[in-house]
Structure formats: C-alpha cells, structure tokens
C-alpha cells in the first residue's frame, strides 16, 4: 500500500475508538514524519479558541514537513459563535476555501451530516473518514481487509467463526488476527482450524466442542460442554456466537444443496473425521427445521438481553438444537 499522501483536512466520524486512533495516528504520521510530535502535533478541546486554532493552522512547522492541529468534539466547537455574527463553522469554512500548504487538520465528530457547505468544501480538497464499528453483517469483510494487511487470506468460514466469537471488538479482532497470521507463517491462507486452536480454544478446549455436539445431536454431551463454557459473566455471549456460526454454516450448506450442489462439495471445509456427523445432521436439519432454530436462536438472545438466566435459556436452545 503507498503512503497516504496527507492533505489539508480530514473528518474522523463515529464512535469505535479503535478506528479513530488508528486512522488518526496514520494521517499525522504521513503528515509530520519523522518530525516530533509533541513540537508538530497540537490537540484542542471544543471550547478552544477559534483564534488559536487558525494560529496553530497558520504557523510554519518547525523540523517536520507539516504540522497536525487535531480537534475533538469538533461538533460542538463547530457549533459555537467566534462573535455576535460569525460562527466557528463560518470561520473555519473561509480559512478551508485557502488553507495552509504546510498544515493538516484533523476534526473528530461523532456525525458528518452531507447538507453542509462545510462537507462540500472538506469533499474537494480533504477526506472525511468513516470510524463507526461496521455491523455483524460486514465483520467478515472487516477481518478479511485486515487479514490482507498482513499478505494473508482468510477462509470465508474462518472469518464467520472469528466474528462470532470475538464480535465486534476490533481492538481485541485486531490482536486475533495478527496471532492468526503470525500462526500461519509461510501459508497464505488462515483456516478455520487456525481459528479453533488458536482463539476458541482460548475460551477451554469446550469452546469448540459444543458445536461438534450439537452436529453430533449429542445433547448430553453439549450441556456438559456449555456447562464447562459458562464460567465467567459475558461467556454466555460468546457461547450464543459460536451457536449462531453454526446455524450460519448449515443453512449454507442446505441453500447449497436445495440449490443443486451435491452434499459433500456443499459442506464447509473440515477434517474428513467430522464431515460424516455433519452430512448426518443435514438429514435431520432441513430446511424449514433450520427456520425453527432460527427462531429459537433469537428467542433465546432477546431473553438474555432482557435478563432473562443466560444458562437456562442456553441449555433449552442447545437441547432443541440437538433434537
């Protein structure tokens, strides 16, 4: 990937503080070098001065080839008067329409609405960057993206799987992934397996072994592996993940079957060992049953989030997911 070439201003939108650090230190390292951060980098609060913002904007960098001005809340200070007439958000506009050469200016908002002049300016000469945590549906393509930085690809299944048991905590996603791809040394390609030793079986050797016993429909056998799972408070949250990476790949599998492909080419990659169980709960998973666990597996997460006793409503889905 070539360096980002910095530009006069960008907009760090969203709330997920993992990516507005992480966009944040890229841009004022592509904008200062090798230039010392505590001389070229200045940070203000939304109640700062307009006056002294444009100072710091207009100042020539001293042993960097540009300064950052970064400013947070930038939604409230935008919002505040310079005088009687003029607000902050006019002000910055005219100083946008000829901005310094030798400066990069970093808002961080928690919105950036498109109706203003102020994004219209900032969309020609600058970037406004998208810092919200992506949702379920994307955390895949997220964790691909990221496997990929590091020259790796990661089976499609991989990804579901580290998705749903790490969800939507890129800082903790991030740290997996660089595990993951540290593990795979010369192999271009992260596995599902990489996934189950390296990162289920953080949770006990149990994590992984409670979707091979509802494959299985061992319920015995999953209520002591859920049993074994629930040790600490949050874990029942995890459990649900792995529950849904399941139904996730089954309802694949029979999409692909009902679809014309044959069973054993439609069936997720696995050890050869497992693919007998799994093609035998395909028999007793069709399509319309899968529909019903479906419904049971949001039954289930809503009576969590309500208060509802986590191991009580997981030991009842796993039982009817193993019938």
Not at 139 to 164: N, V
Request: charged fraction near 20%; charge should be neutral; glycine fraction near 6%.
């Amino acid at each position: 990937m070539p360096p980002l070439q910095p530009k006069p201003v960008y907009v760090l939108f969203g709330g997920d503080a993992f990516l507005l650090d992480a966009a944040r230190t890229e841009i004022v390292a592509a904008a200062i070098g090798d230039g010392d951060p505590q001389v070229a980098v200045t940070t203000f609060e939304s109640d700062a001065d307009l006056a002294a913002v444009l100072d710091e904007l207009r100042t020539a960098p001293f042993l960097s080839p540009r300064r950052a001005v970064i400013l947070r809340d930038a939604d409230e200070f935008l919002a505040q008067k310079e005088d009687t007439k003029t607000s902050n958000r006019e002000a910055l506009e005219h100083y946008l329409e000829n901005p310094s050469e030798n400066s990069t200016l970093l808002l961080l908002t928690a919105s950036w609405p498109k109706n203003t002049r102020l994004y219209k300016l900032i969309d020609k000469i600058g970037q406004a960057i998208d810092c919200s945590a992506p949702d379920a549906r994307n955390l895949p393509s997220h964790i691909a993206a990221a496997a990929g930085r590091r020259g790796k690809k990661i089976q499609p299944d991989a990804s579901q799987l580290l998705a749903a048991w790490v969800g939507a905590d890129l800082a903790a996603l991030e740290g997996e992934i660089e595990k993951l791809s540290l593990y795979a040394g010369d192999r271009p390609v992260i596995t599902s397996e990489d996934v189950a030793k390296l990162v289920t079986a953080s949770g006990g050797v149990e994590a992984f072994a409670i979707t091979n016993a509802i494959t299985a429909g061992d319920a015995a056998a999953a209520l002591t592996c859920l049993g074994n799972m629930l040790t600490r408070r949050g874990e029942e949250f995890k459990v649900l993940g792995l529950i849904v990476w399941h139904l996730r790949r089954v309802l694949g599998t029979q999409q692909a079957i009902a679809a014309g492909k044959p069973a054993r080419s439609a069936m997720p990659p696995m050890p050869f060992a497992q693919q007998s169980a799994f093609a035998a709960m395909l028999q007793r998973r069709p399509l319309a049953k899968l529909q019903a666990d479906f419904r049971r597996l949001i039954a289930a997460d809503l009576a969590m989030k309500s208060g509802a006793n986590a191991p009580a409503a997981l030991q009842e889905l796993v039982v009817q997911l193993c019938l």
